[in-house]
């Protein structure tokens, strides 16, 4: 075939989609040197995931009426410049699930000149509240993610390393 590569067999799935939360910077989140404490990524890469997840059709608040929690098991992010006060960042969210865990990628970029200021994951356990144990995601959270997740994407790369 000269040299050419022969087309894939399997057909590619869809890269999940991306969902873009805007978080603006307020004093609170500043430390003495007038940054974003490190510490205060956390929230905001927690309203990247719920807004993630009420758009894929499900807020946070039903999964825990369902009598489900998604704690989080893993996190890992990497920073690569600073937020200040009044910045607005945008936090760019996907999501893939496996059978018992969920994974949220998240890339946090500035809006008034589209930096990259961190990017990073978290992984999450799916929790049944009455018995406190780990269980496999519920059909309901697994169709939430079912026909959104690329199967061709590495299960162990992470977000700080592309």
Do not use: W
């Amino acid at each position: 075939m000269d040299g050419e590569r022969p087309p894939s067999a399997a057909p590619r799935a869809e890269a999940a989609p991306e969902t873009v939360a805007r978080v603006r910077v307020i004093y609170g989140d500043t430390d003495a040197m007038g940054i974003v404490y490190y510490g205060n990524y956390m929230r905001f890469l927690e309203v990247g995931r719920v807004e993630h997840l009420r758009a894929l059709g499900k807020a946070y608040a039903e999964i825990e009426a369902l009598g489900y929690q998604i704690p989080v098991a893993e996190v890992r992010l990497k920073y690569l410049r600073p937020a200040r006060y009044d910045d607005v960042v945008e936090v760019r969210t996907r999501a893939e699930a496996s059978r018992a865990a969920i994974r949220f990628d998240y890339r946090l970029v500035r809006t008034a000149d589209g930096e990259l200021l961190a990017k990073g994951f978290t992984r999450h356990a799916c929790v049944d509240s009455a018995r406190g144990r780990a269980v496999r995601l519920p059909a309901v959270l697994a169709e939430l993610f079912a026909a959104r997740t690329d199967p061709a994407k590495e299960r162990n790369a992470s977000a700080c390393d592309r």
